[in-house]
Structure formats: structure tokens, C-alpha cells
Nanobody, 129 residues
């Protein structure tokens, strides 16, 4: 059983930066794709980034975050990171990490919540002056 725990959220001013972490435990060697999602109240869960365990160079970013956010992973530590720069008020949401045993990330293919089986509990990110 894969268990995921997010951390690093908080309050930041527009233009600021945060780094989120997602620590995995359990059968983490069995998952192949790792992703970050976010969800604001009343909105659907949005897939914003994805990375493969086998190929860290093949990454996906949604149009809303590309050029500002960077996903990375450390397989030895079973941890995935999301570096968020130039944050905007519209980035305010609960951020979730997710993993799946079958999917592979592609730079040009969006990810959806239905594709992922394992989820963390979420961490709040608030961007406000």
C-alpha cells in the first residue's frame, strides 16, 4: 500500500515562492507516475504536473503553471517536489500529490484525477497580499 504525505504549503505574497514536498511510504517501488494536482472550493481537481519514476526528464505541466513551476523527484528518498515561483492569487488552492502504478507521464498529455489511484491528504497554498 502506497502512502503519500504532502508538506510545504502556507501563505505567500504574490510573486513569492514555495516548495512542496510529497513523501511516499509503503510499496513506493510499484508506482511509475507521480503527479501534483490542485483544487479550489467549487472547482474540479486540476492536474498541473507529472513526472515518471523511470525517466525524470519526461515531465508534464499544465498551461496555467508552465514556466513558473518545476517538478522533480528523488527516488532514493521516495520524495517528489514541486517548486513554485512567481505565485499568483489564482494559484490559491489545496495541493495534492498522487501516484499510479500503470501511467507514464508525457510532456504533451494532460493528466486527470481519475487516472491516479494513490493520493495524499493535501496541503493548503494561499497567495495573498
Amino acid at each position: 500500500q502506497v502512502q503519500l504525505v504532502e508538506s510545504g504549503g502556507g501563505l505567500v505574497q504574490p510573486g513569492g515562492s514555495l516548495r512542496l514536498s510529497c513523501a511516499g511510504s509503503g510499496s513506493t517501488l510499484d508506482y511509475h507516475a507521480m503527479a501534483w494536482f490542485r483544487q479550489a472550493p467549487g472547482k474540479e481537481r486540476e492536474g498541473i504536473s507529472c513526472i515518471n519514476r523511470s525517466d525524470g526528464r519526461s515531465t508534464y505541466y499544465s498551461d496555467s503553471v508552465k514556466g513558473r513551476f518545476t517538478i522533480s523527484r528523488d527516488n532514493a528518498k521516495n520524495t517528489v517536489y514541486l517548486q513554485m515561483n512567481n505565485l499568483r492569487p489564482e494559484d490559491t488552492a489545496v495541493y495534492f500529490c498522487a501516484a499510479d502504478s500503470d501511467l507514464y507521464c508525457d510532456s504533451g498529455q494532460a493528466v486527470t484525477a481519475l487516472d491516479f489511484h494513490f493520493w495524499g491528504q493535501g496541503t493548503q497554498v494561499t497567495v495573498s497580499s
